[in-house]
């Protein structure tokens, strides 16, 4: 959301990051879960702070989404 809202694209955001496009589109869909390590990345590359990408989780049920 944070991505799409900048105008930046996934591919932009893979070469800003060091990550995969493929990466990128797998942690928007829910199918990866970035280490700190990624999301300091991206913070970095969307120019922005850590806390504007999670702050998603704000309004999440977080036990819910944990993996069982």
Do not use: W
């Amino acid at each position: 959301e944070l991505r799409q809202k900048s105008g930046v694209t996934q591919r932009d955001l893979a070469v800003g990051s060091g990550l995969t496009e493929a990466y990128i589109s797998n942690m928007e869909n829910g199918v990866a879960v970035p280490s700190l390590t990624t999301v300091l990345r991206l913070a970095v590359a969307l120019d922005c702070k850590v806390t504007a990408l999670t702050s998603v989780f704000d309004k999440v049920d977080l036990p819910s989404i944990l993996p069982k």
